[in-house]
């Protein structure tokens, strides 16, 4: 499949209490044959309920991430509930699931490894949760050369998550969860 000259760019979006409404008005703005691939992890939400509530709602590809997946553009992965999702070597591996380590999964942790594996080619996006899993992880993502881009608080059911990345990082875009999709449209592309 040939892609146009745009960067190519990885997404990941990080999301807690309430993320699963942003996600769909997100990914409603997408284009069928987005120009990258995205990551979705949501705490304590089973990848499977969370694959299936968002393949309801959307023609894009979507599916459950496995272990030591190569990341494809156009499709959109879902993090297991009780795992960790860490990049490397262009691929998603998955930790052995996680009982008694706070968020799971961690939005920190994907974040970080995602600014180590992509630098200035990673987009963060945070959305609707609680506390402050993902302020860490953004800040490194600015860092490296990065976008970050949160949800706008008054736009997110519970705001303490956009909240905390706004107060402490540097986001490049503060939206509604529509917007951030339209954003993520124009500043991406279409594979052609």
């Known amino acids: 499949m040939k892609s146009d000259k745009r960067q190519d760019f990885v997404v990941a979006i990080g999301a807690s209490a309430g993320g699963l409404a942003a996600i769909q008005s997100l990914i409603a703005e997408l284009p069928d044959r987005l120009n990258a691939p995205i990551v979705i992890g949501v705490h304590s ?17 979507i599916k ?3 272990d030591n997946q190569t990341l494809e553009k156009g499709w959109i992965y879902v993090l297991p509930g009780a795992m960790h999702g860490f ?18 999964p961690s939005i920190d942790a994907m974040f970080m490894t995602l600014a180590a594996e992509y630098k200035d080619r990673a987009i963060a996006v945070v959305l609707s949760g609680m506390l402050t899993d993902g302020m860490r992880g953004a800040q490194v993502i600015y860092d490296m050369g990065g976008r970050t ?20 990082d540097h986001p490049e875009v503060i939206h509604t969860a529509t917007d951030l999709g339209k954003w993520l449209s124009s500043h991406i592309g279409k594979m052609t």
């Open 87 to 104: 990049f490397r070597n262009g691929k998603i591996h998955l930790s052995e699931p996680v009982r008694d380590s706070g968020f799971r």
């Open 45 to 61: 939400m089973q990848g499977a309920v969370l694959t299936e509530a968002l393949q309801s709602e959307s023609n894009l590809k």
């Open 149 to 168: 881009i949160v949800q706008e608080p008054s736009d997110a059911e519970h705001s303490s998550m956009p909240n905390s990345v706004i107060r402490n």
């Open 64 to 66: 459950r991430a496995e």
